[in-house]
């Protein structure tokens, strides 16, 4: 939430740059704890877990009416990391499921194998690193 500060608009994640964990801390396997604080359609829950990015958990389209019975906005949440990738390639780099509440019976689709990366226009890439990261024959 923003503060007013007269014509200074301060946000949270600017005063708090310096008490969030950076990534390269972050293992996977950690356990944290969090506030659930947006929800996506089409890629899950975004847990504030105090590090540098939120986490994610990944909830595909048709569980989210089982999901929403128990997952609310602001709910404080356990996770586990399950994945970190590289924060300029992946819009959500930090991975997490959710350990409680516990909701893993609720998720019966399963999330896609990969995650498109991002590539920038100037850049040059290898086509079979892309190829294999996204899963592309």
């Known amino acids: 939430m923003p503060e007013d500060d007269g014509d200074l608009v301060v946000y949270r994640s600017d005063w708090e740059a310096e008490a969030r964990k950076p990534l390269k801390d972050l293992k996977v396997g950690d356990t944290l704890t969090g506030e659930v604080v947006c929800f996506h359609l089409y890629h899950g829950a975004v847990v504030d877990v105090g590090a540098e990015f939120d986490g994610l958990i990944m909830i595909m389209e048709p569980d989210w009416l089982r999901v929403r019975e128990v997952l609310h906005m602001s709910a404080t949440v356990t996770v586990r990391v399950t994945a970190i990738h590289k924060a300029h ?49």
Do not use: M
């Open 89 to 137: 390639r992946f819009r959500f780099p930090l991975e997490v499921e959710c350990v409680t509440p516990a909701i893993a019976h609720l998720l019966l689709t399963p999330p896609p194998p990969d995650r498109p990366i991002i590539i920038y226009p100037d850049e040059d890439i290898d086509d079979a690193a892309v190829r294999f990261v996204c899963n592309f024959s």
